[in-house]
């Protein structure tokens, strides 16, 4: 069985109202070997595993999610040199990846194939510089949210306290 890393990443932010653009990110490293696991529910060794989330203001969902999968990496050594699985719930995340959406963005300046800016060149050129900095190889798996997969839950519950801790700060007590 060959060792590989599963990085399992969610973003929240909430759209309306007085709290509208508050949002945080969340994450989870697992590090051993996954052959046959049922990536739906709880596997790893909780002494292999690290989490991480933050909070922001003036974001999006999507932000956050591109977020959690940058943070994520930036924890994992380049040396490494284990496959990654990167779990994500978010269409738009995966499919960038996985379709190379990025490559004609760069070649056409940040715009996308209407002809208009790419929403968060800056978190996509960050993705990329830290995906070719680490000498990731990397596999992008889409997952459905809220649909009881352990690990995405796990993500959405830390990318919520990132929400929180924003919360927080804009009543003043953070």
């Not at 933050?54 to 999507?62: A, R, S, V």
């Not at 995906?131 to 190889?137: L, N, R, S, T």
Request: net charge negative.
């Amino acid at each position: 069985m060959e060792k590989e890393i599963h990085l399992w990443g969610d973003g929240s932010s909430v759209n309306n109202g007085e709290e509208k653009g508050l949002g945080g990110y969340g994450y989870t490293l697992l590090f051993g070997e996954f052959e046959g696991v049922d990536i739906k529910t709880e596997y790893g060794d909780k002494n292999k595993m690290l989490t991480g989330w933050d909070g922001f203001e003036n974001t999006t969902n999507q932000k956050e999610e591109i977020k959690a999968i940058i943070n994520g990496l930036k924890r994992i050594k380049s040396n490494m040199n284990y496959p990654i699985q990167v779990f994500s719930d978010s269409a738009y995340l995966i499919n960038c990846m996985n379709q190379r959406w990025y490559d004609n963005w760069r070649t056409n300046g940040w715009k996308n194939s209407k002809k208009e800016p790419v929403e968060s060149p800056e978190l996509w050129k960050e993705l990329l510089q830290v995906i070719e900095d680490g000498f990731f190889k990397i596999t992008w798996n889409k997952v459905k949210g809220h649909s009881g997969v352990f690990y995405n839950e796990q993500c959405d519950k830390l990318a919520r306290q990132g929400l929180e801790k924003m919360r927080e700060v804009r009543r003043g007590e953070g």
